[in-house]
């Protein structure tokens, strides 16, 4: 148990369609990120969220919006999608975003599928 | 650019011992992590480098060379629970991690 949920774990959506994923911590940390991770490729980190503010947006399509309500919670809204953002994407968690050591929590993921 | 080089898939058998290596070009540098990924499940945390040498945990250690840009996670004793993807991170001068596509290590009896 990492302590980083994510729902749902498998989404499959049509390219027009709107759907959201949920990331949740029970860690007490202050930071958030969310990376796609494509076979064979590097984790690409998207977004990240220091006490909840957006300090990094790494060139990701506005079809990806991000929300974070509160230090616990994440939101991705998904609309009007590409096949080729079909990928796993993670959540992750860590104490802060200033400290280099701090490690970072990951969710189990929602494998998504766009058709 | 940033880079992060890692081999793509290693063998070994079980009992035996395993390097991993990984290689990097980064701007600056707050550290190197090694993280744990078994198929279909969330990366891990195994180990944080940021002085040179060699930090041991358990079965598995993790080596730094600032100079030369390069680690290596070394696995004994391998048990076929370790078959899993091994992935290589580096925190840049923004303390942004900088990732390897991971190598798969595949344990055999």
Redesign the interface.
């Known amino acids: 148990e990492t302590g980083v949920t994510q729902t749902p774990r498998h989404l499959v959506m049509g390219m027009t369609n709107k759907k959201s994923l949920k990331c949740e911590q029970h860690l007490g940390h202050n930071a958030m990120y969310w990376y796609k991770q494509s076979a064979k490729k590097p984790l690409e980190l998207m977004f990240v969220y220091n006490f909840k503010e957006q300090t990094e947006n790494n060139s990701v399509p506005s079809r990806f919006s991000p929300e974070c309500p509160n230090s616990s919670h994440l939101f991705l809204h998904l609309h009007t999608l590409q096949p080729e953002d079909s990928a796993l994407y993670l959540c992750a968690s860590s104490q802060t975003r200033q400290e280099p050591h701090d490690e970072q929590y990951f969710g189990p993921g929602t494998r998504l599928t766009v058709t | 650019g940033q880079n992060?080089d890692q081999p793509?898939e290693m063998t070994a058998t079980e009992g035996a011992i395993v390097q991993i290596n990984c290689t990097y070009q980064t701007s600056g540098f707050?550290?190197l992590?090694w993280y744990q990924q078994h198929a279909?499940?969330?990366?891990?945390?195994l180990s944080?480098n940021?002085l040179d040498g060699l930090e041991e945990k358990g079965r598995f250690s993790s080596f730094l060379s600032r100079s030369k840009g390069y680690s290596y996670l070394l696995l004994k004793e391998l048990q076929m629970k370790d078959s899993a993807s091994y992935?290589c991170?580096v925190?840049d001068s923004n303390?942004?991690?900088?990732?390897?596509?991971?190598t798969k290590l595949i344990i055999k009896p």
């Open positions: 992060i793509t707050n550290g992590f279909g499940e969330a990366p891990t945390f944080y940021v992935l991170a925190a303390y942004q991690l900088i990732w390897g596509a991971g």
